[in-house]
């Protein structure tokens, strides 16, 4: 199975600011990533696929890079909205896709 | 906008059986592949089913194989989830979410959400 790691786990970060949150996975998995992010008792949103690609109506301050085994998010100018929980996913394998354990962003 | 709406939850003992549900609406459900995913609370998110539009190809965690089972109705625009000899690590908010074809595969995303269900075991 292929495991996905996140880091780091938070991150504090003020209005304004750039981060970037990565994800490795345990073997190649090609492009095949998503990102997710899950505001306080909501359900998920997706955001990006293919490890670069916006979701239709998510905002250009949000950006995916990488390929292979590592991976990056990378939120500019942050928002207050934006403040929340970032999950990669890969989908590498029909039928088994994994998540990886949360990178928490708080003001 | 797409609508799903997970109902079914609730406290239940230990061994014992839940079935959750699923309505989908505002979508052509039997175009697309449907997945579970839930998450203990304070926890991540772990994917549990996937289920292709027309129920020829299913998939599970090890973590629930052999205790649930996946299931959809395309005339009633549901999915489902039987679940059997509950755990207290079955714990957990079930989300169904809709993915972003018609068939689950290498590439497939999750591109709407329900609002979950909340399934607690305990004794």
């Known amino acids: 199975d292929v495991q996905m790691t996140q880091s780091p786990s938070s991150l504090s970060a003020s209005v304004g600011d750039t981060v970037t949150i990565t994800c490795r996975a345990s073997?190649?998995?090609?492009?095949?990533l998503n990102w997710y992010q899950q505001r306080p008792g909501m359900a998920p949103k997706f955001l990006i696929f293919?490890?670069?690609s916006l979701q239709s109506g998510v905002p250009a301050r949000f950006s995916g890079s990488g390929s292979g085994t590592e991976f990056t998010l990378t939120i500019s100018n942050l928002q207050p909205e934006d403040f929340a929980t970032y999950y990669c996913?890969?989908?590498?394998?029909?039928?088994?896709?994994?998540f990886g354990q949360g990178t928490k962003l708080e003001i | 906008e797409v609508v799903l709406v997970e109902s079914g939850g609730g406290l239940v003992l230990p061994g014992r059986s839940l079935r959750l549900s699923c309505e989908a609406s505002?979508?052509?459900?039997?175009?697309?592949?449907m997945h579970w995913v839930r998450q203990a609370p304070g926890k991540g998110l772990e994917w549990v089913s996937s289920?292709?539009?027309?129920?020829?190809?299913?998939g599970y965690a090890d973590s629930v194989k052999g205790r649930f089972t996946i299931s959809r109705d395309n005339a009633k625009n549901s999915l489902y989830l039987q679940m059997n000899s509950l755990t207290i690590d079955d714990t957990a908010f079930y989300f169904c979410?809709?993915?972003?074809?018609?068939?689950?595969?290498?590439?497939?995303?999750?591109?709407?959400w329900g609002q979950g269900t909340l399934v607690t075991v305990s004794s």
């Open positions: 979410a809709k993915d972003n074809g018609h068939i689950a595969v290498a590439g497939s995303a999750f591109e709407d």
């Open positions: 293919a490890a670069s």
């Open positions: 289920i292709d539009w027309n129920s020829d190809r299913i």
């Open positions: 073997q190649n998995i090609n492009t095949f």
């Open positions: 505002r979508f052509t459900f039997d175009d697309f592949a």
């Open positions: 996913q890969q989908s590498s394998t029909s039928h088994g896709y994994t």
